[in-house]
């Protein structure tokens, strides 16, 4: 069983268009994430979700949103597709915020065009 | 699946003394691997990798050893520091088609 999974696991697009890159964890837990990872390896955290409370690095573009349909979902949104959000995509989960444990998700690979 | 394992979910060390961080995985195409150094409400930061063709990297205070045989890698940390103190990921990678997994993350705590 895969604890977090993530779909798709590539995303190929225009710019200008919307998409959404879709996370679930079957490992019950209560926090969920979302991290950029840009060409030199470094994980950005862009989101976490923890029981209904969002917190959001400032420094995300209001373009992406992320949406949490239950507790074992966490979707990301992203509007108005620009050449820069070309990147990997990790989703993971925590047993609650702030825990140490996180499984991460096998990324996506978002390219824009 | 979890083709990335971290066994040790903490540690704790004397300062001064050495580290040990211990990852298993299971998927032998892996060919290059890395340790994520993570704080409280950050994302992980890049410390130090590897590639398969090598066993050992070094830089400063921190060394990676890989083996391949036993599908295990592990990160020294000498000395120890408190400022070490953090929760460590190991990250696995298909080089060519960057599917990266993690480990789930040991603590590291060095107490002064």
Redesign the interface.
């Known amino acids: 069983d895969t604890a977090v999974s993530q779909t798709p696991k590539y995303l190929v697009t225009q710019m200008g268009n919307d998409k959404s890159i879709k996370c679930e964890q079957n490992l019950g837990h209560d926090t969920m994430y979302w991290y950029k990872q840009d060409s030199k390896k470094f994980l950005k955290i862009m989101f976490s979700y923890n029981n209904k409370e969002l917190i959001i690095n400032e420094t995300v573009p209001n373009r992406f949103s992320p949406k949490s349909p239950d507790k074992a979902h966490l979707n990301l949104h992203i509007n108005s597709l620009e050449l820069g959000d070309s990147a990997v995509y990790f989703c993971a989960s925590s047993p609650r915020l702030g825990a140490d444990t996180q499984y991460f998700g096998p990324g996506t690979r978002l390219t824009v065009l | ?2 083709q990335v394992k971290q066994n040790s ?2 540690l704790s060390v004397q300062e001064g003394r050495i580290s040990i961080l211990n990852c298993d995985y299971t998927n032998s195409m892996f060919d290059y691997f ?1 340790w ?1 150094k993570k704080y ?7 410390l130090i ?1 590897i590639s398969s063709i090598k066993d050992k990297n070094e830089d400063g205070r921190f060394t990676v050893f890989l083996n391949k045989s036993a599908k295990h890698l592990s990160l020294h940390i000498v000395p120890s520091q408190p400022g070490d103190s953090a ?1 460590y ?1 190991c990250a696995a990678l298909l080089y060519n088609n ?5 480990g ?2 040991t ?1 590291l705590t060095v107490k002064p």
């Not at chain 2, 409280?40 to 890049?46: H, W």
């Not at chain 2, 960057?98 to 993690?102: E, G, L, Q, S, V």
Request: aromatic share 16%; net charge negative.
């Open positions: 699946d979890q979910p903490s890395l994520y409280p409400a950050e994302g992980p930061t890049f990798s929760v990921f960057n599917d990266m997994r993690f789930a993350g603590r």
